[in-house]
């Protein structure tokens, strides 16, 4: 598609409980990252995918966080046992590059994680 | 480490001009991005400087000084739908994007 797909739109899970989210990035594009936005509008980047590889993972919390991008399917990112702290929208950007200055990033519209 | 500031907030009126100022200190430099992005919506592609000078795109212009780790987005002709947030990022010698908290652009009638 010409869009990135992100589901679900919102998602309210218990501490302690597991969440899921999904991303279709927009076709042709070779690369997924994932950035978590808090209150402060500050974008904290997680992950980065080029194709099903994994690119940079520099920004995961390796403890509870783990993501994939399989062949055929959605990327994911999943968080087990929520934390308060892990409240924020979670976006996904496609582009068709990750190594080139030109690299534009074409964002979802985001997933909202609260966590009560 | 690596380091984006932006003003937190701008007020402007409605057929003005406004700046927003972007200072970075990173780990190398692979571009300078600048996007907008409304309430709870996802951030949009404004533009993207690697050499230093103004790239002109309607009412927005983005400027750039590499040496003095320096970025401004301008824009013209103000309008209330321009009311957003304003991100400023920049690529590092990683490929990875840093970014700014934002400016949060308020214009009034």
């Known amino acids: 598609g010409e869009e990135v797909a992100q589901t679900p739109k919102h998602l309210v899970r218990g501490e302690g409980q597991k969440a899921k989210l999904y991303c279709a990035p927009i076709?042709?594009?070779?690369?997924v990252f994932w950035y978590q936005q808090v209150l402060k509008n500050e974008f904290k980047f997680l992950i980065s995918?080029?194709?099903?590889?994994?690119?940079?993972e520099t920004g995961m919390p390796k403890e509870r966080f783990s993501a994939k991008c399989l062949p055929n399917s959605p990327c994911s990112l999943e968080i087990q046992a929520t934390k308060l702290e892990d409240s924020a929208v979670y976006f996904c950007?496609?582009?068709?590059?990750?190594?080139?200055?030109?690299?534009?990033?074409?964002f979802g519209a985001g997933s909202r994680l609260t966590v009560l | 480490g690596q380091n984006i500031d932006q003003p937190t907030e701008m007020t402007a009126t409605e057929g003005a001009i406004v700046q927003i100022n972007c200072t970075y200190q990173?780990?190398?430099?692979?571009?300078l991005f600048w996007y907008q992005q409304h309430a709870g919506e996802a951030p949009t592609f404004l533009s993207y400087?690697?050499l230093d000078g103004l790239e002109e795109k309607g009412r927005f212009s983005s400027f750039l000084s590499r040496s003095k780790g320096y970025s401004y987005l301008l824009l013209k002709e103000l309008q209330m739908k321009d009311s957003a947030s304003y991100l400023c990022?920049?690529?590092?010698?990683?490929?990875?994007?840093?970014w700014g908290a934002g400016t949060k652009l308020i214009i009034k009638p």
């Open positions: 950007a496609s582009s068709q590059s990750g190594g080139s200055g030109a690299n534009v990033l074409t």
């Open positions: 076709k042709g594009h070779s690369y």
């Open positions: 995918f080029q194709n099903e590889n994994v690119f940079d």
């Open positions: 990173t780990s190398g430099f692979n571009g």
């Open positions: 400087n690697v």
């Open positions: 990022a920049v690529m590092d010698s990683n490929y990875q994007l840093i």
